[in-house]
């Protein structure tokens, strides 16, 4: 799909897709490439819906018109059908266990739907797959998605603000039952292998014990932490745990293994944190499994913006000719940076940085 002489007469297309799981702030980017590539480049847009199981199935498509994107800014989830993680280069057909590669059909759909560059919004698994196509002479803009907020090279991705505010009411929201019934409260949230949500959350919710994937923990410095309050008459608090949490020596806690389709399932950090605690005198203790409560929703306007912000940004690396790249916040300004800086690699808590040492100046118990 290099750009051709014909490409070049008519009208410029530009594909668009979500791929992985959904994240508030989808809509606002879809809103700002159809607005941004319509007003400014007179550009068409198809968009794809189901990821890029829809370049693999007919009638998945449609060109996307202004009309088609009012009011959808304040919308969670995504106008462009079910979000899914379908690879196309290692496809699983439903109730199969072999992958198949099926990623030249999904070349000779974008070269029939007359797609001269495509739009993709996802993260890690996303990206690599837009970097495979990119290889095959595909020109690529990626932008970049996930309430974990842990994709490479790029500072924040959107949706990751939205997660930490539902997670912050939820941290507010125990504190006054914890300290009305004498409990401590567990609030498990979503970080699969990076804990920005719990630590962003815990740390501006005030809570006493965050733990996170990064730093495996000591249960029994929870416990020392805890009873120390409970001494000082203090018989209550609120511990935050990422998914992915583990004790040290151990793993995380998953509820279903992964395959050639998906990653495994995490889940039960939170019981299990209440098992070991459960030992330790005089506690009493409630588990609450934030969930999916974190993607679903109306996005913040941090997240709005930030995902506004990016859309345009895709649009003006189309216009420049500046495809392989995914658009990235670098500081407080938005640059396309290499796709592949993006892939393979995750943007992981740094124990030894800033927000952990704030969290243990405060008194904060890290579990190690
Ligand atoms: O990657 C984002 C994420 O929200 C993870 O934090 C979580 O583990 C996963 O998605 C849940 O995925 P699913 O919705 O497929 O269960």
């Known amino acids: 799909m290099s750009q051709t002489r014909s490409a070049a007469r008519r009208t410029r297309r530009i594909g668009i897709l979500t791929g992985g799981g959904d994240c508030p702030g989808l809509n606002a980017v879809l809103r700002a490439v159809v607005l941004a590539a319509r007003r400014r480049q007179r550009w068409e847009v198809v968009g794809i819906e189901d990821g890029f199981e829809g370049l693999l199935a007919r009638g998945k498509t ?8 009012r009011g959808i800014i304040a919308r969670g989830g995504t106008i462009l059908g079910a979000s899914n993680r379908a690879n196309p280069f290692a496809y699983v057909r439903r109730g199969a266990r072999r992958p198949v590669d099926r990623h030249r059909e999904v070349l000779a759909r974008l070269s029939a739907l007359r797609i001269d560059t495509l739009v993709v919004i996802g993260g890690d698994g996303t990206m690599r797959i837009a970097g495979e196509l990119m290889a095959l002479g595909v020109e690529v803009v990626g932008v970049p998605k996930t309430i974990d907020n842990d994709l490479m090279a790029t500072d924040l991705t959107f949706g990751f603000n939205t997660a930490v505010q539902v997670a912050t009411d939820a941290v507010d929201r125990l504190h006054t039952t914890a300290e009305s019934h004498d409990r401590v409260m567990i609030l498990e949230v979503m970080g699969r292998n990076a804990g920005w949500i719990a630590l962003h959350a815990g740390i501006a919710g005030g809570a006493h014990v965050i733990l996170i994937p990064e730093i495996p923990y000591d249960p029994a410095l929870v416990v020392r932490r805890l009873s120390a309050r409970y001494r000082q008459g203090l018989a209550w608090g609120v511990v935050v745990i990422a998914e992915g949490a583990m004790v040290q020596g151990g793993a995380p806690s998953i509820v279903e293994p992964g395959n050639a389709a998906r990653t495994a399932r995490l889940g039960g ?10 030992k330790a005198a005089g506690l009493e203790i409630r588990v609450n499994v934030l969930g999916h409560v974190q993607r679903g929703g109306t996005p913040t306007p941090f997240d ?16 420049a ?11 407080t300004q938005i640059v396309p940076v290499p796709l592949m800086d993006a892939v393979g690699r995750e943007r992981k808590v740094d124990p030894r940085g800033e927000e952990i040492a704030a969290a243990l100046a405060l008194g904060i118990e890290l579990g190690t």
Do not use: S
């Open 62 to 69: 449609r060109v996307l018109d202004a009309e088609d994107v």
């Open 269 to 278: 950090a939170a019981a299990r944190l209440e098992e070991e605690l459960r």
């Open 304 to 319: 709005r913006v930030l995902a506004t912000r990016f859309g345009v940004a895709a649009v003006d690396a189309v216009a």
């Open 321 to 331: 000719r500046r495809t392989g790249t995914m658009v990235a916040l670098r500081g």
